[in-house]
Each structure stands twice: as structure tokens, then as C-alpha cells.
């Protein structure tokens, strides 16, 4: 055995110290001491980066376990970019993190503005011209084994058990006040945690799904929200009523989650999948670099709309131009007795007809005739460029024309 040599911190006396020991006594003073092997000790709590940009996630990873960002279909104007955490263990251990989102509710067989059909109440679809996410509300139950089956892929046997947990509801006490705001309008709000099991590639596997779900009281679908384990049960806890302010966007999202949390471990395993919850949820916070890649995809996603806004006005401008022009070609057919003649019946037929269109007249310096949708009162041209305005209030520069309104 390997001794090493120390002098007592009381005495000044020599030690002996085996290798390995954890405790020493000084033999001439009696003084103890207690020993560490000033080795690193594992952090489970990691700093996650994401391309090499920064941190994405802080996140608990117990040790030896696998991580990777992964994405997450519930994108939307309120959550331009979700990315989840995987974490998987030698040991055949699981955990699946998806993070805030928020959907507008549909029912079968309602004329969407975007998605259409749905095959399957999980699938997402976001709408193009609103950018809001479309996803069924059900009641929780439904929605942990919809989100179960979505995550782990083929599974049977799926059993559900619902589980009080005062820990996380703690942890998640500021999540009501957020989905009102985003919302912008009060809502319903609870969490909701299930002990389950289920076999999957013929193994059988136990653990846990939590997730908080908030819900406007204008969702619709009131059979599902007035269901035995639905969300008009959502008050228990501290949770309850909270207001927001209301909005004036054509499409609104009606209900969201903070979070959806799986946990899947073998079913003999002796891990408690509790625990590795209740650590994950405390430490989670999402990175600086998190933030960043919304805004970026916020910004990009309001470019698309302006430039499909402006491509739109600009297409109906240059047609209404296409077809003033084609009408000024065969009014020239026309003798110039008759023409003088219709002239003031025709301003008063264009102007009338104008109206049960909804579009107003306007023109340019060079007397061309220009028609653009009456929502518009200001019409600004730069060539072949045009750009309309509610209120006028639009700074393009010097290089742009302000058409007149006839």
C-alpha cells in the first residue's frame, strides 16, 4: 500500500496518509480530519450550444447520458421556433422535451384558411397568410396519449394514470399569466402529469408525461372542454382565471402548452423517472441563443408577409392598369362626337361601378389611370413598383410618387 506524508494542521506533527483513505488521525494530537479525492465532480447541469452561436439550453443531463436539440413541428407566429431536447441513456432511458407552443383549435370538417384537412387530430399545419399553428383541442388525457404515440412511435398496451404533483406545479406557477398575454385574452390553465405504461419494439417501458395546456374560454369544441378530465377541471393548485389583452389579428391562437415532458425508462428499471422530472424542470432555461433564432425567425417570417402584401397590390395594380389601358384603345375607335357625347355618363358609370368593386381611382402625373382595393387611400409608385398605405403614413423617399386620388 502507497503512504503519503502530511503534517497536521493542529500540531505540526507527521502523517502517514494511505492511498484511497477518506479520514486520518493525527496519532500525537488526536486531531481528525476528513479526506476528499479532489477529484472533478460531474455537473449534471450543462451549458447546451447551439451551432456554435451559444447557449441554446441550460439544461440538467444526468451523467452519462446522450443530448441533442431537436425540432419540433408547433411552430407559429407566437412561437416562430420550437426546439425540444432529447436525452437518451446506455441504459435504454428516455426523456423528451418540447417546449412552448401555441395552436388555434379546429374541428372536423371546418373550412381552415390554410391547412385543409386534417388525417389525424395530432398533426400540426401551420397557415401561411396568418402564421398561426392549427392543432385539435382535446381533452388532456387524449392529448398525453396522442403526444405518447407521437413520440415513441408504434406503440400498444398504453396505459394512463393521472398524478397530483405539487412540485411541478410550483415550478410552473408563471405559466398562466404568459399564455394570457400571448393569447391576448384570459384564459383556463392547469397541469397535468400521468404515470404510464406502454410496450414499444417489443419491450415493455414505464415512466411519465407532464405538460401545462392553456385554453381561451372562445376555443370552441365545448364537449371536449366540458369532458370528465377536461379543462373546465383546470383550477386546482393556484391555478386559474387570468386576463389579457385583446387583439385584432384575422386568425388567433386559442390554446397552448408550456411545456410536454416524457419520460420512458425499461420496466423493471429501478430509476426514478420523478426525480429526473422535478431536476429537469428546475433547471431548465432557455439560452440567449433561443431568443435570437425567434427573432430571426419573426423578422424573416413578417418580410415574407410585407413582400406577399406588396406583390399582391402590386399585381392587382398593374392588372387595373392593364385593363384602363385596354379600355383608353378602343374608346379611340370611337368618333370624337360620340366620345365628348358619353363622356360625363361614362365618369359617372366607371365611379358607380368603381364602388360595387371596392377598388378607388387614382392617377399619375403623366395623367395614367391607376384602380387599387378601397382599403388602400394612398397608392405610391416607383416604376413598375407600387406600394399602398391605410393612413399615409409611409416614408419611401423621394424616388417614390404619390398617386392622386380621383
Known sequence: MNFKEVKCRNCGAKMNVAENATKIKCD???MEYILSDNKPRYNPVKLI???GRGVIFKAYIPKDWNYKVTNDGSVSILEPVCKGLQLDSPADQHLSFFPEAYYKNYTPGQNMTGPGTFAKAEDYAVDGWSLVCWRRLVNPQQYAAERLMKIYGNICNLQLSPENDDTLKQQCQSFP??????LERPVSAGLYKYNVSFSAYGRAYKGCFATAIAVTNDAGNDR???SGNGFSNMFMGGFGMFGGMMGEAKVKSDWGRAFDIAIAVPAGDSFDCNALLHNFIRELQYGPVYYALQDEELRNANQAEMYGMMTRQQN???ASQHISQTLSETSNIVNSACQEHSQQMDRIIDHSSDGIRGVNRFTDYGGNSYQADVAYEHIYRNGDTFVGSKDGSLEL?????ELKKE
Not at 397 to 401: A, C, F, I, N, Y
Open 224 to 226: 371536449q372542454v366540458n
Open 49 to 51: 450550444d447551439w451551432g
Open 177 to 182: 399569466n404568459e399564455a394570457a398575454r400571448k
Open 316 to 318: 392587382a395594380i398593374r
Open 28 to 30: 500525537f494530537c488526536g
Open 397 to 401: 423617399g423621394p424616388q417614390w410618387e
